[in-house]
């Protein structure tokens, strides 16, 4: 990458995708990371904001930190999935976590981004916010719904040289699925983290707005 300087903001930081993206990017980088726990390795060499985004004391710390640190890339990580028959699913929770959180948070760091005419929002999607599947109504909903808004707002941030790009993700070996009688077929976090880091770098002739990860074996 051309700038090694440059400040991540990663939410849902302690395992998982969160977790192996804090691994993959350059150790130059500073890091801004949320979580709802401590489960991260060598804390002190990074600022945490310990916290459930869905209260709005934990946004207002991470956009504190943001326009200190003056971040450059938000990455919002953190979600939630169930798989229950429709009819059981807390749709509530499912959907502030996976659709209005992000949106919340993107809201409050905006003008960090407007004010320096840069940046880049990585929104960790899912394949099921491109179609449907058995049992995951409130899961789909909001990935289709997180998809939408992040495609409404590439057209504000391209006017001011911000760039959006929502990461379609197949299943992952993470701990919501390690039930998965397939799990030792399913995508490496580290993997991902590797393909994700690589589109952050500033290409100066192309840019991505969605890209789909599968995984190869079925």
Known sequence: MKSMSKTVLITGASRGLGRALLDAFPSEYRFILNARNIEIPNLHKYKVIIGDLRGRDTISDLSEEAARQDVDI????????????????????????????????????????????????????????????????????SKHGLAGFARSLQFDAQRIGVRVLSVFLGAMKTDITKSRIDWDKLIDPQEAAKAIVSLCEDYETMGFREVEIGRVIY
């Open 74 to 141: 938000l990455i919002h990580c953190a979600g939630a999935y169930q798989d229950y028959p429709s009819l059981c699913t807390d749709y509530d929770y499912i959907i502030d976590v996976n659709l209005v959180m992000p949106i919340h948070l993107t809201t409050a760091i905006w003008p960090i981004f407007e004010r320096k005419h840069s940046g880049l929002i990585i929104f960790i999607n899912s394949l099921a916010g491109k179609q449907g599947a058995a049992g995951e109504t409130a899961y789909c909903a």
